[in-house]
């Protein structure tokens, strides 16, 4: 791929390119929340990188991974390969492409600023829509997964995720922030509610 060029986040190398979104402070809050077990079959939408499935291949999991970016597909590809671990790769909008499957770990970490700006690839990387929240929403709404590992930021609206939540029978079992600046974010583990 052109214009790619490899460089090391986390401990894993990675392959990056100007029209995907590179790790940052976003990403480390995921790492700080993400927990999968050899042979779980786990979802990632959005990879970016590809760095969040790898990792979790490296572990053992058994990763799908969906992006809507094909320059993100082609990175996540390029990623595994250097790492050489499989991963099942697709390029697609959010649950799209698949049929519906119930995953044990399931993994995004959206688009979360309120922003619709979808001139370039790298734009869906953070255009949440215009109350940052909508392609977590959409999200949220159709997954399947015993445990869901996503964030927002405190510029996304979060009573229109609190309320998707309630309405899909989520409860948040785990939650992190990390402050940027103005910006906090707030990285969730979501299970099933009980009763």
Same mark, same amino acid.
Request: aromatic fraction near 8%.
């Given at each position: 791929?052109a214009?790619?060029?490899v460089i090391?986040?986390?401990k894993?190398?990675?392959c990056?390119?100007d029209q =995907?979104?590179e790790?940052?402070e ?7 929340i993400i927990?999968?077990e050899k042979?779980?079959?786990?979802l990632? =939408? ?7 499935? =790898? +990792?979790?291949? *490296?572990?053992?999991?058994? =990763? &799908?991974?969906?992006?809507?970016n094909p320059?993100?597909?082609e990175a996540?590809?390029? &990623?595994?390969?250097?790492n050489?671990?499989?991963i ?5 909008d959010l649950? +799209? ?6 995953? !044990?770990?399931a993994v995004?970490n959206?688009p979360?600023l309120?922003f619709e700006?979808? !001139?370039?690839w790298i734009?869906?990387?953070?255009s949440g829509? /215009?109350s940052?929240a909508?392609s977590?929403i959409?999200?949220?709404?159709e997954? /399947?997964?015993?445990?869901i ?5 405190? *510029?996304s609206?979060?009573d229109?995720?609190?309320a998707?939540? /309630?309405?899909v029978?989520?409860c948040?079992?785990?939650?992190r ?6 910006e906090?974010l707030f ?6 509610? *009980?009763g």
């Amino acid at each position: 791929m052109a214009g790619t060029s490899v460089i090391e986040f986390n401990k894993i190398k990675i392959c990056v390119n100007d029209q =995907v979104y590179e790790p940052a402070e976003d990403t480390e809050l995921m790492f700080e929340i993400i927990n999968a077990e050899k042979n779980e079959k786990v979802l990632e =939408v959005g990879p970016g990188t590809g760095i969040i499935s =790898v +990792s979790l291949a *490296l572990k053992g999991a058994e =990763v &799908t991974a969906i992006d809507i970016n094909p320059y993100a597909s082609e990175a996540t590809l390029c &990623t595994s390969k250097i790492n050489k671990v499989q991963i099942n790769i697709i390029n697609g909008d959010l649950l +799209s492409p698949i049929r519906p499957f119930v995953f !044990d770990v399931a993994v995004f970490n959206p688009p979360y600023l309120p922003f619709e700006e979808y !001139d370039s690839w790298i734009g869906y990387s953070w255009s949440g829509g /215009k109350s940052g929240a909508e392609s977590l929403i959409k999200f949220l709404s159709e997954v /399947k997964a015993s445990r869901i590992y996503t964030l927002y930021s405190s *510029l996304s609206d979060e009573d229109a995720i609190l309320a998707e939540l /309630k309405n899909v029978g989520l409860c948040i079992k785990t939650k992190r922030e990390k402050q940027i600046g103005l910006e906090t974010l707030f990285g969730i583990e979501l299970v099933k509610c *009980l009763g």
